[in-house]
């Protein structure tokens, strides 16, 4: 199935380490949606970033990682803060 809104987008995805989460991610960047990686930890995130960026449709498809929990007030704030220094590489 294709989707085509998806290209040129990015998706922050939970838990994209393993299971479900990892499919959703693997979907996304298949589709050339970008992905950013989220999990507690930071070799598992760079892990899943190189798994990733195979599935990707393309060579322009990003595949962000940012180590951090969600579960607590500081993961939250570190994923804000990757993704707004995301924003002003633009």
Known sequence: MSY??????????TGSTSGIGFAI???YVAQGCGVIVVSRRQTKVDETVA?????????VTPVFGCAADVANDEGIARIIDFCQSLDQEE
Do not use: M
């Open 51 to 59: 798994q990733l960026v195979n599935y990707a449709i393309n060579d």
């Open 4 to 13: 085509p809104e998806l290209l040129g987008k990015v998706a922050l995805v």
């Open 25 to 27: 991610a693997r979907e």
